[in-house]
């Protein structure tokens, strides 16, 4: 790829992201400054909606944060010789996970955890680690078998073949895999409001329960617009740690 | 250098073994060709000496030193190690890839950006072009002239070598396998090589072991294994023409014969009594001014009487001496002549090979032909 492709691609998702970011502000802005009436006046500020915001956003970030924490490392284990047998049984169990409906799971989780935005955390985190580890152990089963046995041949420890083989290689892989769980989990977290978790999920509610269509559209659209920027962005990432 | 002694290895303890009971020695700055069809156990072979595989009994010795005794990665450090599909890193440019082993040795940076460089320059490549490419822009070739240098980047005393250019197409094998002889030369590295191909052991080779469902059948010089297979398994490798193959290894240097000289003011007499006296056909006739005007034989002397100057013949087209005999013979057929003389640098004559120098040659080595009879 020439130099010249790369910056009007990156031109690109920098218009893209000023374009998502500016219809969600604008939206915003309108409910808030145009309320329809009393009712929307009073269940809608700015502050509400940043406050929604940002609990959403801490929802998904301290889940993908926690799936990466535990998918990541899963999957090097999974991946090192005395394991490497049951890492074909595990990816079709986590394949078979990723079938089941979140809600089903965020449910299970209020049957023994109670409501609140912990059991939501554990349910988005639960979802979300499959993805990264089917990617993880994908990446770094992909490593061309020669490269390995070559760092072997000239005397690389099996330590310093993960660090500096395995999972550079196995990066844009496990990114993409962080991609979809970020993206899924910022759509999922909707449902964290249903177990009083807060988040976006809240405005739905209340629009719902208000009858006013401007609050509910804006519960929904909002995390349907970070969920395309997160895409964006970490396609971005992707992008660039591909060789 | 490399010593196996009894050396067994069973992947599963039922099998049959896919290296039996192997005695091998390797000497130190030569090249040793693995030889035999697929399957015979010289990867194997080779993988014990480094540790990639754990011989089930026997014993591999470098230096007189169990391997047993020593750290693996210790040991493979000081063990260049060339595979077929080159193992480059992708994510690496071409500098950091040679620049492994120094980096797992902790040599420092200024060191060893000068080696990588060195090694570029060695390999054929301009290190300003090639240093920062990724091993996705090179050509195959280029590829595994890297697989090369990066074996060699600590400079170890061993190499080995897995069909490092099975891959490569004839042109690009040839001659790359002219360089790495060539490079060979310069730094006398004690070699396993592997090959399932013979032509490329015979050219490659100081010494040849073939192998065949995981023993030794035969261990020699190239010449000894055309010459002398040790059964049908070994000549059906070698293929017809093992008298032609032999021509291929033998350099003129190994078999041209001196040639006196003489003055052109002498007397045809004089050169006469000259070659008698040494036992030659041939004479070189120079000029004190004008250095080497020709030359004379035998039969041209004893049938005239007349001057040397006018007997003189023009020394015509020569070969070097490291031409090989195959190609002198070829030399001699699109020349018509039965002679040649084989000439130095700058234009010194330094011997000459005749037609029947090279039948004998060829028929010294090769006791099973009766085509040279
Ligand atoms: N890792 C392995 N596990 C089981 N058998 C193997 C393994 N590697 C090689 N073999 C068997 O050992 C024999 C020798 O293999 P190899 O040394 O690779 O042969 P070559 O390099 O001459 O083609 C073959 O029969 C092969 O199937
Ligand atoms: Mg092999």
Redesign the pocket.
Known sequence: MTKAQTSSLRLRDVLSILFIISIGVAFSIYVVQYPQDRIVERFISYSKIINAILQHLYIVAISSALALLTSVPLGIILTRPRFKKYSTKVLTVVNIGQTIPSLAIVALFVGFLGIGSKTAILALWIYSLLPILNNTLVGILSVEPSVIEAARGMGMPTKRILYKIELPLALPIIIAGIRTAVTINIGTAILAAFVGGGGLGDLIISGNNVSRWQILMLGATLPALMAILADIVFGVVERRTII | MIRFEKVVKK?NYQDKA?VDNLDLHINKGEICMLV?P???????TMKMINKLIKATTGKIYINEMDIEKVDPIKLRLDIGYVIQDTGLFPHMTIAENIATVPMEKGWDRNKIRHRVDELLELMELDPEIYRDKKPKDLSGGQRQRVGVARALAADPPIMLMDEPFGALDPITRGKLQDEFLRLQEKIGKTIVF?THDMDEAIKMGDKIAVMRDGKLVQFGTPNEILSNPADEFVSELIGGNGSLKIMNLIKCKDIMRSIPNIDVDNSVDEAMKLLLKLGVRNILVTDKGQGLLGYVNYDSLANHKATLKELLKPIGETVTPKTTLQDTLSKMFSLGRKTVFVSGSRGRVDGIITMDDLLKAVSDNDQSSDIIA
Do not use: I, L
Request: hydrophobic share 20%.
């Open positions: 992947y896919a035999g697929s399957g015979c156990g010289k990867t194997t592997v």
